[in-house]
């Protein structure tokens, strides 16, 4: 077997990885195909076009939720002495979100589990003011 032979087995095994890989993405992001299939295809391993993302987001904004919802739930959980709860409800009633936003999105329920223990609102308080 020639070194040449080695050396293309190895970097398609290397590609069909990492479109594994990216794979496991396509739930949270909002490209229109499978990111899988992109790389495959960029690569030169996959001569039929991108197969439609049926997982993607339905908006970017919702992508960039997922993300502000998972930091601000690692900035509680890892502060020490519990985290700073009055900071993550400041921060998340700046960003006008709150708990029903962060499950509509789907965050991830260890994400919610931190913020509902941080006390976020689950939804936004009623205007009972003059409008």
Request: aromatic share 6%; net charge positive; proline share 4%.
């Amino acid at each position: 077997m020639s070194a040449v032979s080695i050396r293309n087995r190895d970097f398609v095994r290397g590609a069909r990885h990492a479109a594994d890989i990216a794979a496991g993405y396509d739930g949270s992001s909002v490209h229109a195909h499978r990111l899988g299939d992109c790389i495959l295809g960029k690569m030169n391993l996959r001569a039929a076009k991108p197969r439609r993302n049926t997982r993607k987001l339905p908006h970017p904004y919702d992508a960039w939720i997922r993300g502000f919802a998972s930091g601000v739930a690692q900035m509680y959980l890892r502060l020490i002495a519990g985290g700073d709860a009055a900071g993550v409800r400041a921060v998340c009633a700046a960003a006008g979100l709150y708990l029903d936003d962060f499950r509509r999105v789907g965050v991830h329920v260890t994400d919610l589990r931190a913020l509902r223990q941080a006390r976020v609102p689950d939804r936004r308080p009623a205007s009972g003011g003059v409008r």
